[in-house]
């Protein structure tokens, strides 16, 4: 195990260079760090599955990957949602090569096992003949993942049997998903099916943009500028709230307003005939936080991020929900799942115009993602070579992760939880997450240590 070994000595001094607001380049790029994620941080993390809408009646199924695992995710007859390795435990086969669908029960291509709703091994062809009455079918059910749970219709699932409840994982983020997700009577829906596409980056470039980078949007974004879609003033995306959760999270509640203008329509510009329901669905601080937001934009760790953005002029308003999920396909490439949701409770006519808006701004094909995805893929590029990859921290290729360190200081009038910073313009989320990295990366120094003569 020489890697471990290696990144036993690597670690101890990225610490401190990460307290100093700096962070090497090879860490997003390296084969062996992206090994030592699989196993430190996506096999003992939460990651999203799919919403409970997407599964709306006994037999429903959906198939997903955690990173290399495939899923099969079913609502059984009872109506509970069961999540298995999308894996024939006869010879490994991919069981079910559809994305989605419904069906009573799930027969393997190769020698045809069938398996019920629950994952019970229920059919096998020629049974009795060829394997003999002591054949136990009950030992070779689906296997289950070992644990799936949800918040707010999300579905998360863990590879990691004692890990940490999601409700305790996702901690104080919750009261954030709340006003996102549970704001209005039924929640939210998925509309249409999750876009997926492939880009040349790394799981954590896709991670920070969302969690904690606001700051990109007037250069990256700068035709919308001219375009007269954006205003001009390059702080509007930083004025709000960047907010410090636990557990690697964070979020930035962007009110879009200079200190002293005009506010923004309140609660996102939806339309008022709601707002009823949000009195009914969040608290009193909830209500003030949500009634200033322009956006919410943010990230659960270690790779699901949303955006709830505003789109259109006053009077056509339209806010949406945007989740993505990075899914790693190595060091250097992701595969982007994105969904839309709306507010079950918005009429037909809104929730089309939003869809319009998604699929004209954050879709796969929309103005703002391809300016994203192709500034992601010039890191990799730049990434590559012999100065950006050494391991000698004392070389030049640490990164500025600077931003508000030490000179920016928590809001504490701020009503929600966590950390609240009085500005969106920071890098407090980014240097929070890297430390979080840091900490489930180097979990197992000291066993590792005892193996370090290995090689
Ligand atoms: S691999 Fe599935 S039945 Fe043989
Ligand atoms: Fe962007």
Redo the contacts with the bound molecule.
């Keep these: 195990m020489l890697k471990h070994s290696v990144d036993n000595r690597i670690f101890q001094g990225l610490r401190e260079k990460m307290e100093q607001g700096l962070l090497p380049q090879w860490i997003f790029t390296d084969p062996h760090i992206y090994e030592l994620e699989l196993e430190r941080i996506f096999a003992r993390t939460w990651q999203f599955l799919a919403h409970e809408s997407e599964l709306p009646e006994p037999g429903s199924y959906v198939t997903r990957w955690m990173v290399d695992d495939p899923v099969l995710l079913v609502r059984t007859n009872s109506g509970e949602i069961k999540a298995f390795l999308n894996s024939c435990p006869h010879r490994g086969t991919l069981l079910c090569t559809a994305d989605f669908g419904k069906k009573k029960a799930f027969t393997c291509p190769y020698h045809g096992w069938t398996f019920n709703l629950d994952g019970d091994l229920i059919g096998v062809v020629a049974g009795d003949k060829v394997y003999g009455e002591e054949m136990k079918k009950d030992e070779w059910g689906l296997r289950p993942i070992p644990r799936v749970e949800r918040y707010q219709g999300m579905i998360f699932g863990n590879l990691d049997p004692a890990a940490m409840p999601l409700d305790d994982y996702l901690g104080d983020m919750k009261w954030y998903m709340d006003i996102i997700l549970g704001r209005s009577d039924g929640g939210m829906e998925v509309r249409g099916l999750p876009q997926r596409w492939v880009v040349h980056a790394n799981w954590k470039v896709g991670l920070e943009?969302f969690a904690g980078d606001p700051y990109?949007?007037q250069t990256?974004?700068r035709s919308t500028v001219e375009l007269g879609i954006s205003p001009q003033d390059p702080l509007y995306a930083g004025y709000g709230h960047q907010v410090v959760l636990q557990n690697g999270h964070g979020i930035n509640v962007i009110t879009a307003t200079a200190p002293g203008k005009p506010q923004r329509p309140p609660y996102q510009g939806l339309p008022q005939e709601m707002w009823p329901m949000f009195e009914r669905n969040l608290n009193a601080d909830q209500l003030k936080v949500f009634a200033k937001t322009t956006v919410f934009v943010g990230s659960i760790y270690p790779n699901l991020s949303f955006n709830s953005p505003v789109h259109g002029s006053e009077g056509h308003l339209h806010n949406y929900l945007n989740v993505r999920l990075w899914r790693p396909l190595g060091p250097e490439k992701i595969e982007i799942w994105s969904w839309f949701l709306i507010d079950k409770a918005a009429s037909e006519a809104y929730k089309e115009a939003a869809y319009k808006g998604y699929v004209g701004s954050f879709g796969p094909s929309g103005t703002?993602e391809q300016?994203?995805t192709e500034i992601w893929a010039r890191i990799v590029h730049a990434s590559k070579g012999h100065m950006a990859r050494s391991k000698d921290l004392s070389y030049n290729n640490l990164l500025n992760y600077l931003m508000g360190l030490e000179r920016v200081l928590p809001d504490e009038t701020f009503p929600g939880p966590g950390v609240a910073y009085p500005t969106c313009y920071l890098d407090a989320i980014h240097r929070a997450t890297h430390e979080y990295w840091l900490e489930l990366m180097s979990k197992e120094e000291e066993s590792a240590g005892e193996n370090g003569c290995e090689s």
Excluded: A, F, I, Y
Aim: hydrophobic share 25%; glycine share 0%; charged share 25%.
């Design positions: 943009n990109h949007v990256t974004h703002l300016d994203d």
